[in-house]
Each structure stands twice: as C-alpha cells, then as structure tokens.
C-alpha cells in the first residue's frame, strides 16, 4: 500500500493548487484524477477573476473572492517560475455593459452594491466605454468599469500549475478514479482507488468537481451537481478586446492568442457535456448584442464544461467530522477565482493553524441531514 502525508482526489486548478501548497509546505503529496487532469470544469472555463456576485445568494462569497483576487498577482508568479510556463493573465479589468430600458436605475444599483461590498466599481458613460472598447455596440445605455478584475488562461494555468507541482514534487497518477474514503471508525485513513488499491495518507482531501459527490462517503459533505456551461471560441480581426466584456446575456474574454471567449450557458442536464445549437446560438446571439462584429467572426471551437453546484451555490470548503479528511469543491462558477485562496485555506487548516478567514460559512458539515443535501445526493 502506498503511502503519503496527503492525499488529493481531483487534479483540475483546486487540487492541484491544494497539492502544491501542501508540498512546498513539507509534505510528501499525492494527486489522483480519473481522467487526464485539468480536463474537466477547468479546461472549461473562461478565466474570469471577478468577485463581483452575479445574484444574491453569492454575496456571502465576496470576501472569499476578493481575497483570492488580492492573492492572484503573486500566485501567477510562482506558478510561472516554478513551471517555465506562461499562464495568459490580463489585468485590465472588466467593463460592464448595460443595454436595457432602465439601465440608468440598474446602474445605480449595482454602483451601491459594489461599494458596499467593497468593490471598485465606477460609472463611465457610452463613449467612454467606447474608448476603452471601440468595439462595444453603439446601442449601449449604461457602462460600468471594474478596473480591479482580470482574467487568465485557464488552460495554460492548469498547465502550469500542474507541471510546478511536478516540479514541487507532487506525485500526479492521471487514470486513477477514487471510489471511496478509506475510513476506520471516525478517521479518514486515505483513499481507495478504482481497481481497489487503498492510498494511505494523513490528510484526505478530496477536491474532485462535480464528481466529488460520487467519491462513497462524500455525498453527505459534498453534495455537489453538474451545472453545463458551453462556450465558444471566436477569432475576428474586426473586434479586437483589452479587457473582459460583461452583459446581462454574455461575457466576452480576450485571449493573448487573439481569440475572443463567448459564454456560458447554464444548464441542468446532468452529467451530458453535449453541445447543442441552442446553447451556442444563444452565446452568439449575446456576443453579436454585445459586440456587433463580431457578427462576421469566425467560430474555432465549441465545448462544455460541467461547473460543480452546491444546493445553496456557495463552495464547500474544511475539514468534516472525520478526522483527516478534508473537501474543496463546489466552486461552480468561481472556482479559477477561488484557487489561490482555496489552496492556502486548505493548507492552513492541514498544518493546525487558525484560518485567515472566517470558513464556517462554506462548512462541509452545514449539509449534514439537510433535505436539500439528501436530495442532491439522491440525483447522483
């Protein structure tokens, strides 16, 4: 039986953010993912950095994100260095653009409600927005700058983060699926593999995506479900982007490659990672309200992803009941945001030592014999 000081089951950003941290930290680290890691909600994302909330059930993440945010300039940093490899990260900010009949009333609404979150927010008119973006439709009503937020290539970070783990000195098994814990009363002893080999390890941590809640033993504290996402990839030398593009309907993200990121769809489809002409139809029809050359774009790639849900959309991240056993998922649409600070978390909390932040909101153990939770983990 193999045996390490941590254990990780999922090998997207948040494991192995949490895998390096632990290792550049002392331990001897272990990293199992079912499939090729950093395939799955990672690869599938757009690489926004925003902790701005998108409703109201993810006001309580604000300062979770904001944190995270602050923590992201150094982060890149040492991913880079540590791998060799480039990450694509912009720091231009996002530029909001609004498009209905009350734009000037939403305006002001959400200039309050970043101020008192505690976020940079300021209102600019049309043509300003214009000059930051010339691509911007003229049909625009309102126009919101967030010069604080930025974005990343997701698939080049998790590229990198992966192989500055290697380099850290990380053990990554790619086509090693976890079925279960291995527990013995009230401790978590490690893992048990797919074919039945048992991982022993210290610290569990199981950090898997959507298919945390399929790892046995983990539904009642991950009761996580698949959100569809699908995106598109666009390329127009007509519609040139600085900075992320944000509207009721879309986000655009520029690329440094040239390409422009259309999305995201959200869908309860399960675990189906189809592409469908509504989805992308959709994501067009936003992009082209939004950015009207990009009309004439040429579309490069389709894909979905599949974000990891919680029943009240809020990440699941600490230390259970059991001991040694700790979870990092349900990041749904912030999990790229969320990586830096997830990973110092868990860290923190694997060395004894008391948390920056107050975690007790993002509880695992706040799912425990609730009826929404049995319900997600009945849908598995």
């Excluded at 089951?9 to 390096?20: D, F, H, K, M, P």
């Excluded at 604000?62 to 991913?79: Q, T």
């Excluded at 592409?275 to 992308?280: E, K, P, Q």
């Excluded at 230390?319 to 990041?331: C, E, N």
Aim: hydrophobic share 45%; glycine share 10%.
């Amino acid at each position: 039986m193999r045996t390490f000081d941590a254990a990780v089951a999922g090998g997207g950003l948040i494991g192995s953010a949490i895998a390096l941290e632990l290792s550049r930290a002392g331990l001897q680290v272990a990293l199992f993912d079912a499939r090729d890691p950093g395939r799955e909600a990672s690869w599938a994302s757009a690489g926004i950095l925003s902790p701005a909330p998108e409703n109201s059930a993810m006001i309580a993440m604000v300062p979770l994100g904001r944190a995270s945010l602050e923590l992201y300039p150094n982060f890149i940093a040492l991913v880079e260095e540590l791998s060799g490899l480039t990450t694509g990260y912009r720091d231009k900010g996002t530029l909001e653009v609004l498009f209905s009949r009350h734009a000037r009333e939403e305006l002001n609404t959400i200039i309050a409600l970043h101020h008192g979150l505690g976020l940079s927010a300021e209102a600019i008119s049309t043509h300003e927005a214009r000059e930051l973006e010339p691509a911007v439709s003229e049909e625009a009503e309102a126009a919101v700058l967030r010069p604080e937020e930025a974005s990343v290539d997701n698939r080049l970070l998790v590229t990198a983060l992966l192989e500055a783990a290697r380099r850290s000195g990380v053990q990554i098994f790619s086509g090693s699926p976890v079925s279960s814990i291995q527990r013995e009363g009230s401790t978590c002893r490690g893992l048990v593999l797919a074919n039945s080999e048992r991982v022993a390890a210290r610290h569990t941590i199981v950090a898997a995506g959507c298919f945390s809640s399929q790892i046995e033993g983990m539904s009642e504290f991950a009761p996580v479900v698949p959100a569809k996402g699908q995106m598109i990839a666009l390329r127009s030398e007509a519609a040139v982007l600085e900075r992320v593009l944000w509207s009721e309907r879309i986000y655009l993200v520029p690329r440094n490659d040239g390409r422009i990121l259309a999305g995201a769809t959200v869908e309860r489809s399960g675990f189906d990672k189809t592409v469908t002409a509504g989805g992308i139809l959709s994501n067009l029809e936003g992009a082209v309200e939004l950015v009207p050359a990009l009309k004439d774009a040429r579309i490069e790639e389709t894909w979905a992803g599949l974000r990891p849900d919680t029943p009240d959309h809020l990440p699941v991240i600490g230390p259970t009941d059991i001991d040694g056993l700790l979870v990092a998922t349900g990041h749904f649409r912030s999990g790229v945001l969320l990586t830096p600070v997830t990973a110092k978390l868990i860290g923190e909390m694997v060395a004894g030592q008391t948390t920056q932040l107050d975690c007790e909101r993002f509880s695992p153990l706040r799912f425990r014999g609730s009826a929404a939770g049995q319900r997600s983990a009945r849908r598995r």
